[in-house]
Nanobody, 128 residues
């Protein structure tokens, strides 16, 4: 099992930046594919980004591509989401998630139902 704790959310003006962190417990962090999801009020949870176990492969939702960057530090058991050029439509609760996947399969890791482990979420609010 792994426990996840997000941090770094807050209020920022449009065009600004935030860096989210997700700290994981346990000694097997490097065996998990990590994902970031977000959920705006009244909407379903949606995929934002994912990173492979080694960090060599990444994937992004079209809505954040070119603005957000996912990374991980396996020595620190932490995954990051650098968010630049933020827009009001990025306002949501951001969650990190972890699970074991047998392959780097986009159809699998973009679905929130594929993940067994979730953090509590961190609020990101972007003002216009």
């Amino acid at each position: 099992q792994v426990q996840l704790v997000e941090s770094g959310g807050g209020l920022v003006q449009a065009g600004g930046s935030l860096r989210l962190s997700c700290a994981a417990s346990g000694r097997t962090f490097s065996t998990y594919i990590m994902g970031w999801f977000r959920q705006a009020r009244g909407k379903e949870r949606e995929f934002v980004s994912a990173i492979s176990m080694s960090g060599h492969s990444t994937d992004y939702a079209d809505s954040v591509k070119g603005r957000f960057t996912i990374s991980r530090d396996n020595a620190k058991n932490t995954v990051y989401l650098q968010m630049n050029s933020l827009k009001p439509e990025d306002t949501a609760v951001y969650y990190c998630a972890a699970d074991h996947f047998s392959t780097w399969d986009r159809d699998a890791f973009i679905s929130p139902f594929s993940y067994d482990y979730w953090g509590q979420g961190t609020q990101v609010t972007v003002s216009s």
